[in-house]
């Protein structure tokens, strides 16, 4: 069992940062594939980033690519999601979930069995 929990969600200008972490509990966290998923309001749940459980391999939607980067600190059993030049239409409530299936699959949102709570990112412009 994988328990996650997110933070560092807020209100930002657009241009801005922030950074996002998702503090896992249970030992085989360090085995699961984890990626960051958001939803705007009125609109699917989408993909956003992901990483292996090695973190030797990331994936990144191509709206967030070269403003994004998503990492892991094992000894932390904690996953990142640096964000940068930040716009309006990132706003959306952002999600970290794992999974232990192929890596292949990082890019569904069904493909995950665990999630967090979210957290709030709102983008004004």
């Known amino acids: 069992q994988v328990q996650l929990v997110e933070s560092g969600g807020g209100l930002v200008q657009a241009g801005g940062s922030l950074r996002l972490s998702c503090a896992a509990s249970?030992?085989?966290?360090?085995?699961?594939?984890t990626g960051w998923l958001r939803q705007a309001p009125g609109k699917e749940r989408e993909f956003v980033a992901a990483i292996s459980w090695s973190g030797g391999s990331t994936t990144y939607a191509n709206s967030v690519k070269g403003r994004f980067t998503i990492s892991r600190d094992k000894a932390k059993n904690t996953v990142y999601l640096q964000m940068n030049s930040l716009k309006p239409e990132d706003t959306a409530v952002y999600y970290c979930?794992?999974?232990?299936?192929?890596?292949?699959?990082?890019?569904?949102?069904?493909?995950?069995?665990?999630w967090g709570q979210g957290t709030q990112v709102t983008v004004s412009s």
């Open positions: 979930a794992a999974t232990q299936e192929r890596y292949y699959y990082v890019e569904i949102p069904e493909r995950y069995n665990y």
């Open positions: 249970g030992r085989t966290f360090s085995s699961y594939n």
